[in-house]
């Protein structure tokens, strides 16, 4: 009923910059929030997340990432500078949201794209 593509992982130097697309798709009434998670070893880390009202980030980001959100596309983006090794993982989207039919709220994550900062 409802997915989450990531897109624009890559291999990038320490001190560049890559930018991350997720696009929900499917039977969606609403989007509470999007954001995204990085795979640390044993759990997932919070990196950013949007709601209609307000963004959060994690203290390692600050001042680095910035997350973004198209509503009429159902798109969420992560433009992320200044990276570093520490930076390399898997990214996945997040979602909590409300189906057509079931409602929810539900929570939904994507398959992940590799972010890989070299030195």
């Known amino acids: 009923q409802v997915q989450l593509v990531e897109s624009g992982g890559d291999l990038v130097q320490a001190g560049g910059s890559l930018r991350l697309s997720c696009a929900a798709s499917?039977?969606?009434?609403?989007?509470?929030?999007m954001g995204w998670y990085r795979q640390a070893p044993g759990k997932r880390d919070m990196v950013a997340t949007v709601t209609s009202v307000a963004t959060n980030y994690a203290d390692s980001v600050k001042g680095r990432f910035t997350i973004s959100r198209d509503n009429a596309k159902n798109t969420v983006y992560l433009q992320m500078n200044s990276l570093k090794p520490e930076d390399t993982a898997v990214y996945y989207c997040?979602?909590?949201?409300?189906?057509?039919?079931?409602?929810?709220?539900?929570?939904?994550w994507g398959q992940g794209t590799q972010v890989t900062v070299s030195t």
């Open positions: 997040y979602a909590i949201l409300k189906t057509a039919f079931n409602r929810g709220p539900f929570q939904y």
């Open positions: 499917g039977s969606i009434f609403s989007i509470d929030v």
